[in-house]
């Protein structure tokens, strides 16, 4: 009886794959959006921890972003057929963050294109495997990172069927390869990790080119923002406390480079208060110390 327990046990990872059902919600015409959980892929008791998107044109589908796992990826795949049986002509990657592609392979058989910035393929060759490893929860099970086909240096349109999808490669600042989508018929603007909401931004690229780069995404028509974590938003300030954090982080730890603070030091000392910004603990001292080696040459 021992034995077969521990059996059934083993097997337990492979049923919870295939039980995974994710809610998508119709935010505007043809614009379906998850909201992944606030929470580190590392840790989560379960995926998605990032937000995933599809659109429906007349003639094909889009998916941006796709969770951090097979199990996640099947799910938004099944999710996508309760919807519609046209094509899945492209799956955009916005960043090489494994919470947002890791889940691709769920779409190989639907023959995509995989779509992202042209500064994508090298940073996805050189962390993926880190990643991977650091994936150890059973529902990562079958988890296998596919890369981009299609890459882009400009702003390219994508076209579904009587719905254009804005596609802009950005230049450093979450990372060094940020993509965002702009779906003009719904005036839906698809962020990926150039913006959080409630998740405390992390930072990965360049703080002063994040910055930079926000005031572009301001300054477009949009209606709606789904960010890369937390909830839609629709107002025009929807950037606006991020700034203030990433502003406030330039500001403290110029600071403290100008009162010769070592780094180690910083990451535990500069803006010690979370305010009401959710995993502070897990990634502020990361952010201190990228933002700190990047300013103390400035």
């Known amino acids: 009886m021992n034995r077969l327990l521990v059996m059934l046990f083993l097997m337990l990872p492979f049923s919870v794959q295939a039980s995974l059902e ?10 379906f959006m998850h909201q992944g959980k606030l929470a580190d892929l590392f840790t989560v008791d379960s995926d998605p921890v990032a937000n995933i998107t599809f659109i429906v044109g007349d003639e094909a589908v889009a998916v941006i972003d796709t969770g951090g796992s097979k199990r996640a990826g099947n799910a938004v795949l099944r999710a996508i057929r309760q919807q519609t049986d046209l094509p899945i002509d492209f799956v955009i990657n916005t960043h090489v963050h494994p919470d947002h592609h890791f889940g691709n392979i769920a779409f190989v058989d639907e023959k995509p294109e995989f779509v992202a910035h042209a500064r994508y393929p090298g940073d996805f060759d050189a962390k993926s ?12 099970t079958g988890t296998t990172p596919i890369g981009a086909t299609r890459v882009i240096n400009e702003t390219t349109e994508l076209d579904l069927g009587n719905r254009t999808l804005v596609l802009t490669p950005h230049e450093r600042a979450h990372t060094r390869h940020d993509l965002t ?37 301001e300054a477009l028509p949009f209606r709606q923002v789904i960010p890369g974590h937390g909830p839609l938003q629709k107002s025009k300030q929807a950037f606006e406390k991020q700034t ?38 897990a990634f502020h001292p990361r952010n201190v110390i990228q933002a700190y080696k990047e300013l103390e040459w400035e």
């Open 22 to 31: 994710l809610a998508f919600s119709e935010v505007a015409p043809g614009v």
């Open 129 to 140: 495997g880190y990643y991977l490893q650091r994936l150890t929860n059973p529902w990562f």
């Open 181 to 217: 989508v702009f779906d003009r018929s719904s005036g839906t603007l698809i962020t990926g990790d150039l913006l959080f909401i409630d998740h405390l931004p992390t930072l990965d690229g360049n703080l002063m080119g994040w910055l930079a780069e926000t005031k572009k995404l």
């Open 244 to 281: 203030r954090y990433l502003s406030s982080l330039a500001q403290a730890v110029r600071a403290a480079i100008n009162d010769n603070i070592d780094i180690n030091t910083a990451s535990t000392t500069v803006m010690p208060s979370p305010g009401d910004w959710k995993l502070y603990e």
